[in-house]
């Protein structure tokens, strides 16, 4: 009851319900945007997060990936472009629908199920988080090193595009958290001489470079692309018919997407295509699939927006990320000096249960913003990216500047840009570089330290049933690629 | 379709080394190599301060994996090679050298004066010639932003020619 309480917090506070208004209408401008999203959106607004107290800086952060995931449908379904790679599986029925005249209808599916889904997830971050947390007490070093391995192989394993080369990203973005002075000797590793980098590199200028400026570049590419958007009179509530036809998808993808958030992985978008083939496959009627079934609208956006509470229960159980927004999310937590972890489920309830309540709040907004703004949102395609990708630009650069008014982290930023361009061009994800990175200090520091208590015996991590446990489903995820190449060459 | 044909016909026939899965491999490999060898450069704790492992123990393990990784790819493309890639336009280049001259002017003038040229200098090569909306995004949008990061977030911006006529 008290944390009933503490989760409808939100709604008394009139600065948390302005801060969750303007990341609300935020997330579902960058979502409508295609390059954007919320990822490099919660990215570019991480620096002015800091003129903000900790809880509406993660609020407006949670209701930016929460709106923003679910924005990524009115590209979709509008001018047949994922606005997030989220939504790419509701771009297969929504945009035929569309196109058959019935937008209104698709979009009034995709905002219904969103909903459901982003909702149904919120439940289960509140029941699940504070078990999982409790589970976290039993854990010592050894057990999050082997949980840290874990959440990385599973990015390899379920993650975008070939393993290896995620795992790759993933090794890179730890590396790069040992440039600096190591944190339990003072001694300098690959800073060159350069004092700058003694402290290290910071998140945000790899965070923004790997995702804003990496994507300007991607878009600098593909200039001559045309879009086509269908016109869109007003967003249709489902009827009675497409309820009954779709609140078994709706429930199943909802279970799905929040299953598949919470293990480290890039949620959303591998949500959303599990959710759109489980879809399919208990249809009734699977021939109408990719031809503008309201099924596979509901399948895919219940399961995208359901991931989103799902990614947030390792996020703030155990600290590592359930996808590339959260990992943004997570580095707001870091800056903002709150340590997630199973001592702030102790410590910090009330801080807690208001991000729950501001997600569940969150989605309603969504809701009601894309019920009946999704014409407006529909516009805002149209801005040319010749004027919007330089004003992002601007943006960028002085928020990277901000945090420690340092013009290197500013080349930085450009540096992992012009390499996350080439990282995506050959087919490497920058999403295991980001979780990489910030998993890196946890990797290192908690192997070091499992050392010191089995006195230099890496046999004793063995031991250890819950990290055995953890290291041999590490296994299982980096065997798993290769069983499904297997069974799809059968 | 042909032409996707043509492109693959004409891959195969290059020699390895002007292949994607060659290239992209040999640098990784070239660069790991090197920090490798900076690896070795790192200063060595005594025994009574170390906790655990050297501090130069977990990035050289790390290389390694990122170097055998990389041999591993490298393998596999030969039985299935990566897609091949579009050429990169004109305009990606464009943007890239504006962003050598982002940083150049940003040292040596101004850090307001390289968003503004940037943002100008972008926005005309990706094909916006109304010189309204390139004053837009070259000054007006830049103003914006300055003043907001300077008043709200009390930033102070490096010294230059145009931010030192601001601050004085």
């Known amino acids: ?490 | 379709m042909n032409n996707v044909r043509k492109q693959k016909r004409a891959n195969k026939s290059l020699p390895f080394f002007f292949k994607d899965e060659f290239k992209v491999s040999f640098i990784i490999i070239f660069i790991s190599t090197i920090l490798l060898i900076t690896t070795f450069t790192f200063d060595i704790v005594p025994p009574i301060l170390n906790r655990g492992i050297q501090p130069a123990a977990f990035p050289k393990a790390l290389l390694v994996l990122i170097i055998s990784l990389t041999l591993i790819i490298y393998y596999l493309s030969k039985k299935k090679p990566w897609k091949i890639e579009k050429k990169l336009p004109k305009t990606f280049f464009l943007t890239l050298l504006s962003f050598i001259f982002f940083v150049v002017i940003s040292k040596t003038l101004d850090f307001f004066l390289a968003i503004s040229i940037l943002s100008i200098f972008v926005s005309y090569n990706w094909g916006e010639k109304r010189l309204f909306y390139l004053l837009l995004v070259g000054i007006i949008f830049p103003v914006i932003v300055f003043i907001f990061f300077e008043t709200i977030l009390g930033l102070r911006f490096p010294p230059g020619i145009i931010t030192n006529i601001y601050y004085n």
């Open chain 1, 1 to 490: 009851m008290d944390n009933l309480l503490l989760m409808l917090a939100p709604l008394f506070s009139s600065k948390l319900m302005i801060v969750l208004f303007f990341g609300t209408l935020f997330g579902l401008i960058l979502g409508v945007l295609p390059g954007l999203g919320p990822t490099t959106g919660g990215a570019l607004i991480l620096p002015f997060t800091m003129t903000l107290d900790p809880l509406s800086a993660i609020v407006l952060l949670t209701s930016i990936y929460c709106a923003g995931t679910y924005g990524g449908a009115i590209t979709a379904i509008l001018i047949n472009t994922p606005g997030t790679p989220a939504a790419a599986a509701t771009c297969l029925d929504g945009y035929p629908l569309a196109q058959k005249g019935e937008a209104g209808r698709a979009l009034g599916m995709a905002t219904v199920s969103s909903t459901v889904g982003g909702i149904f997830s919120v439940i289960i971050l509140v029941f699940f988080a504070p078990l999982l947390a409790k589970l976290a007490y039993e854990f010592g070093q050894p057990e999050y090193f082997a949980l840290a391995i874990f959440g990385l192989t599973m990015l390899a394993s379920i993650g975008d595009g070939s393993p290896i080369k995620n795992l790759i990203a993933g090794a890179f973005g730890i590396l790069i958290s040992t440039i600096g002075k190591d944190f339990m000797t003072s001694i300098d590793r690959f800073t060159y001489g350069i004092n700058e980098l003694s402290e290290g590199i910071g998140f945000i200028p790899v965070v923004v470079g790997l995702f804003a400026i990496s994507e300007m570049l991607t878009q600098s590419t593909l200039l001559d692309q045309v879009f086509k958007r269908v016109a869109l009179k007003a967003v249709k509530l489902p009827s009675l018919n497409d309820y009954k036809q779709t609140w078994k998808t709706i429930l199943r993808s909802s279970g799905i997407g929040s299953f598949i958030g919470v293990l480290p992985a890039e949620g959303g978008t591998v949500a959303s295509l599990i959710g759109y083939s489980e879809a399919k496959r208990f249809s009734k009627k699977p021939e109408e699939f990719g031809k503008g079934s309201i099924e596979g609208i509901a399948g895919a956006e219940a399961a995208n927006n359901a991931a989103t509470g799902g990614a947030m229960v390792p996020t703030l159980a155990l600290g590592i990320p359930g996808s590339a927004t959260t990992a943004v999310i997570l580095t707001g937590l870091i800056i903002h000096g709150v340590r997630p972890g199973p001592d702030l489920f102790r410590e910090q309830p009330e801080f807690l249960y208001g991000i729950f309540g501001a997600m569940l709040i969150a989605n309603v907004l969504f809701f009601i913003f894309g019920f009946f703004g999704a014409k407006i949102f529909a516009r805002i395609t149209l801005v040319p990216n010749k004027i919007l990708w330089p004003m992002i630009f601007a943006v960028s650069v002085c928020g990277t500047y901000s945090l420690s008014q340092s013009i290197i982290d500013v080349w930085i930023m450009i540096f992992f840009g012009v390499l996350g361009f080439f990282m995506r061009r050959y087919g490497f994800s920058v999403v295991p570089v980001i979780i990489g990175l910030i998993l890196g200090e946890l990797v290192e520091g908690t192997l070091r330290q499992s050392l010191v208590i089995f006195d230099g015996n890496w046999l004793m991590f063995l031991t250890r049933p819950i990290a055995l446990t953890f290291f041999i489903l590490s296994l299982i995820a980096l065997a798993f690629p290769l069983l499904r190449s297997k069974k799809k060459k059968k």
